[in-house]
Protein backbone atom coordinates (compact mmCIF):
# COMPACT_ATOMS: atom_id res chain seq x y z
CA UNK A 1 0.00 0.00 0.00
CA UNK A 2 0.96 3.52 -1.07
CA UNK A 3 1.60 5.82 1.82
CA UNK A 4 2.97 9.34 2.12
CA UNK A 5 2.81 10.97 5.14
CA UNK A 6 3.56 14.57 6.00
CA UNK A 7 5.21 16.57 8.15
CA UNK A 8 6.64 19.61 9.84
CA UNK A 9 3.74 22.44 9.31
CA UNK A 10 2.86 24.91 11.66
CA UNK A 11 1.87 28.18 13.00
CA UNK A 12 5.14 30.93 12.17
CA UNK A 13 5.54 34.56 11.24
CA UNK A 14 6.30 36.32 8.04
CA UNK A 15 9.66 35.99 7.03
CA UNK A 16 10.15 33.26 9.08
CA UNK A 17 10.99 29.11 7.96
CA UNK A 18 9.45 25.86 8.02
CA UNK A 19 10.54 22.54 6.64
CA UNK A 20 8.30 19.97 5.52
CA UNK A 21 8.66 16.33 5.01
CA UNK A 22 7.33 13.39 3.56
CA UNK A 23 7.90 9.86 4.16
CA UNK A 24 7.07 7.67 1.31
CA UNK A 25 6.11 3.68 1.52
CA UNK A 26 4.98 1.10 -0.52
CA UNK A 27 6.49 1.46 -3.59
CA UNK A 28 10.22 2.33 -4.59
CA UNK A 29 10.03 5.93 -4.07
CA UNK A 30 13.74 6.33 -5.94
CA UNK A 31 12.27 5.40 -9.25
CA UNK A 32 9.38 8.58 -9.16
CA UNK A 33 9.03 12.16 -8.88
CA UNK A 34 7.44 13.40 -6.37
CA UNK A 35 5.61 17.10 -6.17
CA UNK A 36 4.83 19.55 -3.16
CA UNK A 37 1.46 20.85 -4.17
CA UNK A 38 -0.96 23.40 -2.15
CA UNK A 39 -4.10 24.88 -1.57
CA UNK A 40 -4.96 27.93 -0.11
CA UNK A 41 -8.78 28.39 1.42
CA UNK A 42 -10.92 29.53 -1.50
CA UNK A 43 -8.42 28.83 -4.16
CA UNK A 44 -7.46 25.79 -6.48
CA UNK A 45 -4.63 23.51 -6.33
CA UNK A 46 -1.27 25.02 -6.98
CA UNK A 47 1.96 22.71 -8.04
CA UNK A 48 4.51 24.53 -6.28
CA UNK A 49 7.88 22.64 -6.86
CA UNK A 50 8.82 19.11 -8.20
CA UNK A 51 11.56 16.96 -8.38
CA UNK A 52 12.55 14.14 -10.81
CA UNK A 53 13.51 10.82 -9.38
CA UNK A 54 16.98 11.25 -8.95
CA UNK A 55 17.12 14.61 -7.88
CA UNK A 56 18.91 16.24 -10.64
CA UNK A 57 16.16 18.28 -12.08
CA UNK A 58 13.68 20.34 -10.30
CA UNK A 59 10.98 23.43 -10.62
CA UNK A 60 9.01 26.01 -9.21
CA UNK A 61 6.29 27.80 -9.23
CA UNK A 62 7.13 31.95 -9.72
CA UNK A 63 5.97 32.75 -6.53
CA UNK A 64 8.00 30.67 -4.47
CA UNK A 65 11.50 30.49 -6.47
CA UNK A 66 14.67 32.03 -4.34
CA UNK A 67 12.34 31.05 -1.44
CA UNK A 68 11.52 27.42 -1.26
CA UNK A 69 13.92 24.35 -1.78
CA UNK A 70 12.56 20.71 -2.85
CA UNK A 71 15.08 18.09 -1.81
CA UNK A 72 14.82 14.19 -1.38
CA UNK A 73 16.49 11.58 0.13
CA UNK A 74 16.26 8.35 -1.49
CA UNK A 75 18.07 6.49 0.92
CA UNK A 76 15.52 7.53 3.32
CA UNK A 77 12.35 7.42 1.35
CA UNK A 78 11.79 11.14 2.44
CA UNK A 79 10.88 14.33 0.39
CA UNK A 80 11.69 17.54 1.30
CA UNK A 81 10.46 21.32 1.27
CA UNK A 82 12.68 23.92 2.55
CA UNK A 83 10.74 27.37 2.74
CA UNK A 84 12.27 30.66 4.07
CA UNK A 85 11.12 33.76 3.91
CA UNK A 86 7.44 32.51 4.22
CA UNK A 87 4.86 35.14 3.41
CA UNK A 88 1.27 35.42 4.70
CA UNK A 89 0.09 34.35 1.03
CA UNK A 90 2.08 30.85 1.77
CA UNK A 91 -0.76 30.01 3.97
CA UNK A 92 -2.27 26.91 3.09
CA UNK A 93 -2.55 22.82 3.36
CA UNK A 94 0.96 22.06 1.66
CA UNK A 95 0.55 17.86 0.15
CA UNK A 96 2.68 15.75 -1.14
CA UNK A 97 2.30 13.93 -4.44
CA UNK A 98 3.55 10.97 -6.09
CA UNK A 99 4.03 10.73 -9.97
CA UNK A 100 3.60 8.33 -12.17
CA UNK A 101 6.71 7.50 -13.30
CA UNK A 102 10.01 9.34 -12.55
CA UNK A 103 9.33 12.41 -14.63
CA UNK A 104 7.05 15.31 -14.00
CA UNK A 105 3.88 14.95 -15.44
CA UNK A 106 0.59 16.55 -15.38
CA UNK A 107 -1.06 14.23 -13.14
CA UNK A 108 -0.52 12.51 -9.66
CA UNK A 109 -1.53 8.91 -8.37
CA UNK A 110 -1.41 9.52 -4.96
CA UNK A 111 -1.37 11.84 -2.35
CA UNK A 112 -0.87 12.47 1.00
CA UNK A 113 -3.15 13.67 3.84
CA UNK A 114 -1.65 17.34 4.26
CA UNK A 115 0.26 19.34 6.49
CA UNK A 116 -1.06 22.85 7.35
CA UNK A 117 0.94 25.87 7.09
CA UNK A 118 -0.21 29.11 8.39
CA UNK A 119 2.10 31.92 7.87
CA UNK A 120 0.63 35.18 10.24
CA UNK A 121 1.83 37.64 12.88
Known amino acids: EVQLVESGGGLVQPGGSLRLSCVAS????????MSWVRQAPGKELECVSG????????TYVDSVKGRFTISRDNAKNTLYLQMNSLKPEDTAVYYC??????????????WGQGTQVTVSS
Open 97 to 110: AKYPDGALGSWYDY
Open 26 to 33: GFTFSSYA
Open 51 to 58: IYSGGGST
